[in-house]
Each structure stands twice: as structure tokens, then as C-alpha cells.
């Protein structure tokens, strides 16, 4: 079974500061790696996926991800956070065999000080 | 391009009463998914569907139910509601159901169903 794990329940960052939000999967087969961000009272907003190819992927709003096989690992960051990047992160994971099913993790809350 | 969009947005239900919700996704997307979202065990997967078929489902009971129009929209129901079925149903459209390379899902604002 595929799972996902955000170790931190919670990111303080001071804005201009590096923010990364850190995210280990298990899966199968190959991984199918994704990152949403949720605002309050809001759905879900698509950030980035990892599919296949360069281990570095950008994506929305100055965001990107690593990508490490070896360490099962696909950490968030970026280089310069904004106090509106405030908000819950989720890391998500989907194996080839499970169509459009995404196994989430439990979330990490990003907190950017002015 | 108008997103996903999912009604009601509330909904407050008593135990024993049965609810559907719908969602109706991006223009061109075929393929729709639910999750529940709640504060105890997180955003959990119910199930989705692409041309009118059940392509995949989650760990819940069969008082969870589904199902997709020809125009792509769909619906969910849950019937004998019970207090834990309170939560965030969020609503996610995909372009087409892809075993790989998959594209990515775009939800939609949720519909919060509190259960009295």
C-alpha cells in the first residue's frame, strides 16, 4: 500500500527566508508525486508534480520540489517566502495502478512572519 | 476556463437523513474523484469515476455512494448519516483517467456537511 509522511505539523519562517516542507512517500511501483497547497475555507490548489525526468521540478508560484529516490523524499521549497505562502501544504502520492487515486499526507501548516 | 465547481457549499443534516452532493467539473475533464476531508484522519480518497464508470474506490462504507452523468458532472450520496460524516467533500476533475504519466487534479472548493 502507498503512503505518504509529512514529519512536520507545523513551518515557522521568517518572510524572505528559505521555506521547506518536507515530505517521505512508499509506494510500489513508480511514484507519481504531487503538491497541493489549501488556503482556509478553500479546496485544493495544484502546485507541482513529479512524473518523470530531471529530479528538480518548478512549479506555481515560485515553488519547486527535489526529487530523491533514494532517500524516498520530495521536499518543497522556496527561496524566498512571502507571508501570503501562509497556509496547509499537502504532499500526495499515486502508483500506476490506481488511476487517479491520491494518497495524501497529513498535512504541514506554514506559518511566514513578517 | 470556469474551475470546478461544487454545490452546496453547506449543508447541515441530521443522523438518520441521507445527503447528495454535486460537483461539476472543468470543461473537457472526464474524470472526477471524492475525498473527505476531516480534521481527525485528513483528506481521504472516496472514489472516482471516468465515463460514467466507478474506476476506482476507497476504504468506506456502502452508505457512500457515487455516480457520473454523460456530461461528466457527478454526484455523491450518503445515506443514514452519522455524526463522523461531517467534513469537507472535496470534489477533484482530471483530464482522463491515465494509469501512467498521469495529469494532475484540480478540486474544487468543497461542500462542508455538518451532521446533528
Known amino acids: 500500500a502507498q503512503s505518504v509522511a509529512q514529519p512536520e505539523d507545523q513551518v515557522n519562517v521568517a518572510e524572505g527566508n528559505p521555506l521547506t516542507v518536507k515530505c517521505t512517500y512508499s509506494?510500489?511501483?513508480?511514484?507519481?508525486l504531487f503538491w497541493y497547497v489549501q488556503y482556509p475555507n478553500r479546496g485544493l490548489q495544484f502546485l507541482l508534480k513529479y512524473i518523470t525526468g530531471d529530479n528538480l521540478v518548478k512549479g506555481s508560484y515560485g515553488f519547486e520540489a527535489e526529487f530523491n529516490k533514494s532517500q524516498t523524499s520530495f521536499h518543497l521549497k522556496k527561496p524566498s517566502a512571502l507571508v501570503s505562502d501562509s497556509a496547509l501544504y499537502f504532499c500526495?502520492?499515486?502508483?500506476?495502478?490506481?488511476?487517479?487515486?491520491?494518497?495524501f499526507g497529513g498535512g504541514t501548516r506554514v506559518l511566514v512572519k513578517p | 476556463k470556469a474551475g470546478v465547481t461544487q454545490t452546496p457549499r453547506y449543508l447541515i443534516k441530521t443522523r438518520g437523513q441521507q445527503v447528495t452532493l454535486s460537483c461539476s467539473p472543468i470543461s473537457g475533464h472526464r474524470s472526477v474523484s471524492w475525498y473527505q476531508q476531516t480534521p481527525g484522519q485528513g483528506l481521504q480518497f472516496l472514489f472516482e469515476y471516468f465515463s460514467e464508470t466507478q474506476r476506482n474506490k476507497g476504504n468506506f462504507p456502502g452508505r457512500f455512494s457515487g455516480r457520473q452523468f454523460s456530461n461528466s458532472r457527478s454526484e455523491m450520496n450518503v445515506s443514514t448519516l452519522e455524526l463522523g460524516d461531517s467534513a469537507l467533500y472535496l470534489c477533484a476533475s482530471s483530464l482522463t483517467h491515465r494509469t501512467i504519466s498521469p495529469y494532475e487534479q484540480y478540486f474544487g472548493p468543497g461542500t462542508r456537511l455538518t451532521v446533528t
Open positions: 500526495a502520492v499515486r502508483d500506476g495502478s490506481a488511476g487517479n487515486k491520491l494518497t
Open positions: 509506494v510500489s511501483g513508480n511514484p507519481y
